[in-house]
T-cell receptor
Framework: DTEVTQTPKHLVMGMTNKKSLKCEQHMGHRAMYWYKQKAKKPPELMFVYSYEKLSINESVPSRFSPECPNSSLLNLHLHALQPEDSALYLC??????????FGSGTRLTVV | GESVGLHLPTLSVQEGDNSIINCAYSNSASDYFIWYKQESGKGPQFIIDIRSNMDKRQGQRVTVLLNKTVKHLSLQIAATQPGDSAVYFCAERNEGNNFNKFYFGSGTKLNVKP
């Protein structure tokens, strides 16, 4: 299995909702990442988990809450989002500090 | 943050021609670079990488060239096909961060005309 799987593929949520994005990989990668990508822009790093511990938080607002339950899973919990948070949220994983494997992303729309 | 930019935001080529996508980076300490292809509605797909101790690396129909003197990276695609149409990003890593953290360039859109 050489894939990063993200669910759901599309999500529409209201500003008062709580939702979660999920990411899963079975490549034995020990680093996992969340990126945010707006239209026609490059991916922007949000969080890095290394060996299931949060190692980087790129000053992301607290309405985004990451969680790494185990080495294969990565969640992003969403609460009280704003319309400007609408974007493609990408998960990635890597091993040995070289290369990333990206998932296909979750297209999030906040209404 | 780091600055990774591209000279051409959009590149149009004829099918069968060779394509060259360029990328400039600003951090001379960057030690590893990756080119990604992103098709509409999909996540970035790894194409090829190169470490800073190399000047050139070849893959299937793709070649990456690294010029550390002028901090320039290029991706060459041979015999460009319609399926190559996508946005291409370069990404650099600065190992001084001590983490697996990459900075992405602004992207070049490649249009392949049949």
């Amino acid at each position: 299995d050489t894939e990063v799987t993200q669910t759901p593929k599309h999500l529409v949520m209201g500003m008062t909702n709580k939702k979660s994005l999920k990411c899963e990989q079975h490549m034995g990668h020990r680093a996992m990442y969340w990126y945010k990508q707006k239209a026609k822009k490059p991916p922007e790093l949000m969080f890095v988990y290394s060996y299931e511990k949060l190692s980087i938080n790129e000053s992301v607002p607290s309405r985004f809450s990451p969680e790494c339950p185990n080495s294969s899973l990565l969640n992003l919990h969403l609460h009280a989002l704003q319309p400007e948070d609408s974007a493609l949220y990408l998960c990635a994983s890597s091993q040995d500090n070289y290369g990333y494997t990206f998932g296909s992303g979750t297209r999030l729309t906040v209404v | 943050g780091e600055s990774v930019g591209l000279h051409l935001p959009t590149l149009s080529v004829q099918e069968g021609d060779n394509s060259i996508i360029n990328c400039a980076y600003s951090n001379s300490a960057s030690d590893y670079f990756i080119w990604y292809k992103q098709e509409s509605g999909k996540g970035p797909q790894f194409i090829i990488d190169i470490r800073s101790n190399m000047d050139k690396r070849q893959g299937q129909r793709v070649t990456v060239l690294l010029n550390k003197t002028v901090k320039h990276l290029s991706l060459q695609i041979a015999a460009t096909q319609p399926g190559d149409s996508a946005v291409y990003f370069c990404a650099e890593r600065n190992e001084g961060n001590n983490f697996n953290k990459f900075y992405f360039g602004s992207g070049t859109k490649l249009n392949v005309k049949p």
